[in-house]
């Protein structure tokens, strides 16, 4: 470090500005001139220190009554520390009270410099006010408020403590983005491509046929410090195809075990209200999710598909998943657990295949309805996960042409899908297609065909298996009225409830 006297002291208020000094002033006492210019290279943590500021005369260090005043820029690896303001009783650290800035690639990389443990992030920037009282009686407490910022293409705003307590320090506070883009949360789990991770620093990557996120969380930082943080999301901007439009969360973290309850989004005129517990005192990490889907319209889930726009149709949901691994790719490789959804009064077509970005999708309406938007009644989904495979207790696709049976497995271990497409023509209009679809391959690019047997009638054999009344009772809990409508779900899970299938008519020739 290098220390050299200026040229002359200059004076408190050319460095922090008229309104800074007089708020100092008012607290009790006049700051000093600054007097020396320092530099500073090395290390500091194992990462590159380099920094350059001004500080008040050294004589003056003595004198305890008058704020010390302190000016730096420094960098320490991708960190970038700006910062101005005064330090008072500077021979005994007493408090500090400092504009502060900071910006960097990642929050997360903000650990190993502070011991905070904070999320990864997109690259941010902030500037706020920091106030340190260094010798509190429960720890040395910091409060950064009032701070503005950016994360990512976000803005950020609101207040954090931080108190150096025992047996853990923790952090609490509360945050605000006003304008929230939904692709900034991709790193809380990992989901942020491969070129965004290494910006941040980030070590793990993606594999290339790979969709579930597979880098691993830091639980080792999680029983560093306790947290409770509250988080707001007034607007969330998206695609058409992720109709979020708010989110508001409360995270916990307590010696090792983080929870989100409730993490609630809004989703397309209803919400997704979710409860996450991750236990990272253990090896792997365990966790649970349940979540909650009502009543998702879906002419807001598909706003540019002409059809739904007069739909009363919601989406219904529920899920129950528990699993271990130290990514998300291994949570749910493992998994336990079920879920359930509902749909009633919807339309389905090639068209809005393309717009859900479902080329599979595509490909089966177009070989069982062509080119037409053909009406859903009711769409009902219940699936059972035991150690990563998801398989189809009940998946049924009620139209106003056909009846569509999906049976299969979507492996998330292995991320594989495979899946079998049956459908059964209704009265008199009658559909082409005289065998089952299969859907099968990686989740990133499945594929789809016709298989090479005859279609037979299903619906019989489904009840003599005695396999369809439990899932359909189960998911007559989602049945809601939809827009003073009636929901159309509920006769076709009622017959199937009592062990009947649906009323088809078989094609005369």
Same mark, same amino acid.
């Given at each position: 470090m290098?220390?050299?006297?200026?040229?002359?002291?200059?004076?408190?208020?050319?460095?922090? /500005?008229?309104?800074?000094?007089k708020?100092?002033?008012?607290k009790?006492?006049?700051p000093?001139?600054?007097?020396?210019?320092?530099?500073?290279?090395?290390?500091?943590?194992?990462?590159?220190?380099?920094g350059?500021?001004?500080i008040?005369g050294?004589?003056?260090?003595?004198d305890?009554?008058?704020?010390?005043?302190?000016?730096?820029?420094?960098?320490?690896?991708d960190?970038?520390i700006?910062?101005?303001g005064?330090?008072?009783?500077?021979?005994?650290?007493?408090?500090?009270?400092?504009?502060?800035k900071?910006?960097g690639?990642s929050?997360?990389?903000?650990?190993?410099?502070?011991g905070?443990?904070?999320?990864?992030?997109?690259?941010?920037?902030?500037d706020?006010?920091?106030?340190?009282k260094?010798?509190?009686?429960?720890?040395?407490?910091?409060?950064?408020?009032q701070?503005n910022?950016?994360?990512?293409?976000?803005?950020?705003h609101?207040?954090?403590?931080y108190?150096?307590?025992?047996?853990?320090?923790?952090l609490?506070?509360?945050l605000?983005?006003n304008?929230?883009?939904?692709?900034?949360?991709?790193?809380?789990?990992?989901?942020?491509?491969?070129?965004?991770?290494k910006?941040?620093?980030?070590?793990?990557?993606?594999?290339a046929?790979?969709?579930?996120?597979?880098?691993?969380f830091?639980?080792?930082?999680?029983?560093?410090?306790?947290?409770?943080?509250e988080?707001? /999301?007034?607007?969330?901007?998206?695609?058409?195809?992720?109709?979020?439009?708010?989110?508001?969360?409360?995270?916990k973290?307590?010696d090792?075990?983080?929870s989100?309850?409730?993490?609630?989004?809004?989703v397309a005129?209803?919400?997704?209200?979710?409860?996450i517990?991750?236990?990272?005192?253990?090896?792997?990490l365990?966790?649970?999710?349940?979540?909650?889907?009502r009543?998702?319209?879906?002419?807001e889930l598909?706003?540019t598909?002409?059809?739904?726009?007069t739909?009363?149709?919601?989406?219904?949901?529920?899920?129950?998943?528990s699993?271990?691994?130290?990514?998300?790719?291994?949570?749910? /490789?493992?998994a336990?657990?079920?879920?359930?959804?509902?749909i009633?009064?919807?339309?389905?077509?090639?068209?809005?295949?393309?717009?859900?970005?479902?080329?599979?999708g595509n490909y089966?309406? /177009?070989?069982?309805?062509?080119?037409?938007?053909?009406?859903?009644?009711?769409?009902?989904?219940?699936?059972?996960?035991?150690?990563?495979?998801?398989?189809?207790?009940?998946?049924?696709?009620?139209?106003?042409n056909?009846i569509?049976?999906i049976?299969?497995?979507?492996?998330?271990a292995?991320?594989?899908?495979?899946?079998?497409?049956?459908?059964?023509?209704?009265?008199?209009?009658?559909i082409?297609?005289?065998?089952?679809?299969?859907v099968?391959?990686?989740?990133?690019?499945?594929?789809?065909?016709?298989?090479?047997v005859?279609l037979?009638?299903?619906?019989?054999?489904?009840?003599?298996?005695?396999?369809?009344?439990?899932?359909?009772?189960?998911?007559?809990?989602?049945?809601a009225?939809?827009?003073?409508?009636?929901?159309?779900?509920?006769?076709l899970?009622?017959?199937?409830?009592?062990?009947?299938?649906?009323?088809?008519?078989?094609?005369?020739?």
């Amino acid at each position: 470090m290098l220390i050299d006297p200026l040229g002359k002291p200059i004076p408190y208020s050319d460095i922090v /500005g008229a309104k800074a000094a007089k708020t100092a002033q008012d607290k009790g006492g006049s700051p000093q001139d600054y007097a020396f210019a320092l530099k500073v290279k090395g290390q500091y943590h194992g990462q590159s220190l380099t920094g350059q500021g001004k500080i008040g005369g050294l004589l003056a260090l003595q004198d305890a009554s008058k704020p010390f005043p302190l000016q730096a820029q420094a960098k320490i690896g991708d960190t970038r520390i700006e910062l101005a303001g005064t330090l008072t009783d500077p021979l005994n650290l007493g408090a500090l009270d400092l504009r502060l800035k900071l910006a960097g690639a990642s929050l997360g990389n903000l650990y190993p410099l502070t011991g905070v443990t904070l999320p990864d992030t997109p690259p941010y920037s902030t500037d706020g006010h920091l106030i340190a009282k260094l010798h509190d009686e429960a720890g040395a407490k910091f409060t950064y408020e009032q701070f503005n910022g950016k994360i990512g293409s976000s803005d950020i705003h609101g207040d954090l403590t931080y108190v150096a307590s025992q047996p853990r320090p923790k952090l609490s506070g509360a945050l605000l983005s006003n304008q929230l883009l939904f692709a900034d949360l991709a790193p809380l789990i990992g989901a942020d491509s491969n070129d965004k991770q290494k910006a941040r620093g980030g070590e793990s990557k993606q594999p290339a046929d790979k969709v579930l996120p597979v880098e691993e969380f830091k639980t080792d930082r999680w029983r560093a410090m306790d947290a409770d943080v509250e988080f707001t /999301g007034k607007r969330i901007v998206h695609s058409e195809k992720l109709p979020f439009n708010d989110l508001y969360t409360h995270l916990k973290l307590n010696d090792g075990e983080l929870s989100l309850e409730p993490l609630r989004f809004g989703v397309a005129g209803g919400n997704l209200d979710a409860q996450i517990r991750l236990n990272g005192r253990t090896e792997p990490l365990e966790g649970r999710a349940k979540l909650t889907a009502r009543r998702f319209k879906l002419k807001e889930l598909f706003p540019t598909f002409e059809p739904m726009k007069t739909s009363f149709g919601e989406l219904n949901g529920d899920a129950d998943i528990s699993g271990r691994g130290n990514s998300v790719a291994k949570l749910l /490789g493992g998994a336990n657990g079920k879920l359930k959804m509902l749909i009633n009064d919807g339309a389905i077509s090639r068209e809005l295949m393309e717009l859900a970005g479902l080329n599979v999708g595509n490909y089966v309406v /177009g070989k069982i309805f062509g080119d037409k938007e053909v009406k859903i009644n009711c769409a009902a989904a219940d699936f059972d996960i035991k150690s990563g495979l998801a398989t189809t207790q009940l998946f049924v696709f009620d139209t106003e042409n056909a009846i569509i049976y999906i049976d299969g497995t979507a492996n998330m271990a292995t991320e594989q899908l495979d899946l079998t497409v049956t459908p059964e023509s209704k009265g008199w209009r009658l559909i082409s297609l005289r065998s089952p679809l299969y859907v099968r391959g990686k989740f990133i690019k499945p594929d789809a065909g016709v298989k090479a047997v005859p279609l037979m009638l299903r619906g019989a054999g489904m009840v003599a298996l005695g396999v369809i009344a439990a899932p359909a009772a189960g998911l007559l809990a989602l049945v809601a009225p939809s827009g003073g409508e009636p929901n159309q779900c509920a006769p076709l899970l009622e017959q199937m409830k009592a062990g009947k299938a649906p009323v088809t008519v078989k094609p005369t020739k």
